[in-house]
């Protein structure tokens, strides 16, 4: 093999190629400038993106809507990771990982600061008494799903998606070793979605809404290009339930929030109000 790359004795910070996130990469963490988060009129205050971990939260958001929750009200403001909005002094006092979403809930005595998507879901399913079973196996299956997505969504984001559609040089190994494993998790999820209308079972939950974002926008073809690369279609099972999925209305309103990227149609930068979304959705062509 030629140009092998041979560590040295000690890692030194000096990433050997560039992408579109390669500036904002730092092996510390915490504040990097002060500056305080806005704050809206709602009890529930996003900080997003509408990213596939974005949309988890905003799709949940919006279903709680849907069922007419109006405590579920909220303000997203958008967080831009690619010029370093999460490195905000405001921003590392709600979540010290500095990675977006992050949620700061108002309507107690006192604040709660809640990050990690799945723990947003959770936090909030649990709130409002929805998309999350109360108890028996029906939960135990909800989770078991919805730890499955944060387990594995990494690889398929920072392995797959990163390697194949990211990084500028096109290497062989990593795509080859995240695209077998993208399949391989693509194939676990068909196998489920083979004996189940939702991946935890019978009723449609948190599990769904954190794995949908990413599978489901996967095999839809609105995640890396990368349709044809994975044959997405041969998971017949993963593509129904996605398609499903995609027909609700709440998930069509949810996936748009604080979304700097794509049609004009769905790009919502900001939601302070339903209006917010409903604006931007009347412009999608018929
Ligand atoms: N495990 C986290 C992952 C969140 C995450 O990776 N967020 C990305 C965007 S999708 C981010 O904020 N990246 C900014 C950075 O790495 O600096 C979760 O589920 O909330």
């Known amino acids: 093999m030629t140009n092998q ?16 996130w390669a500036n904002i990469n730092r092996p510390d963490s915490g504040a990097r400038f002060d500056r305080e988060l806005p704050v809206g009129e709602h009890p529930l205050q996003l900080y997003s993106l509408g990213t596939p971990n ?10 709680l809507l849907a069922l007419g929750i109006k405590q579920a009200e909220y303000d ?35 604040p709660v600061n809640v990050f990690e998507s799945a ?14 079973p109360e108890s028996g196996s029906a939960r135990t299956q909800t989770f078991n799903w919805l730890f499955w997505a944060q387990g594995s969504a990494p690889f398929l984001g920072g392995g797959f998606g990163h390697f194949y559609a990211y990084a500028d040089e096109k290497q062989e190994y990593p795509i080859n070793r995240f695209a077998m494993e993208a399949k391989r998790q ?29 599978y489901g926008n996967l095999v839809l073809g609105k995640l890396y290009d990368a349709a044809e690369f994975l ?56």
Do not use: C
Request: aromatic share 8%; net charge negative; no cysteine.
């Open 5 to 20: 790359y041979v560590p040295p004795k000690v890692w030194q910070n000096e990433p050997s190629s560039g992408n579109q």
């Open 54 to 63: 974005g949309q988890k939260v905003t799709i949940l958001l919006e279903e």
């Open 76 to 110: 997203a403001h958008l967080i831009k990771i690619g010029e370093s909005d999460q490195f905000s002094s405001g921003f590392v006092a709600v979540n010290p990982n500095s990675k977006i979403p992050a949620l700061v809930d108002n309507s107690g005595e006192t």
């Open 119 to 132: 723990s947003i879901l959770v936090h909030l399913a649990e709130k409002f008494g929805k998309f999350l």
């Open 186 to 214: 693509l194939d676990v999820l068909d196998k489920q979605l083979a004996n189940n209308t939702f991946v935890a079972g019978e009723e449609y939950t948190i599990a769904d809404m954190a794995i949908w974002p990413w």
């Open 231 to 286: 044959q997405v279609e041969s998971y017949e099972n993963v593509v129904r339930w996605a398609k499903q999925i995609a027909e609700r209305e709440a998930v069509q309103r949810g996936r748009i929030v604080n979304r700097p990227f794509g049609e004009e149609w769905e790009q919502v930068l900001e939601r302070h109000s339903a209006e917010d979304i409903d604006k931007v959705m009347a412009l999608k062509p018929e």
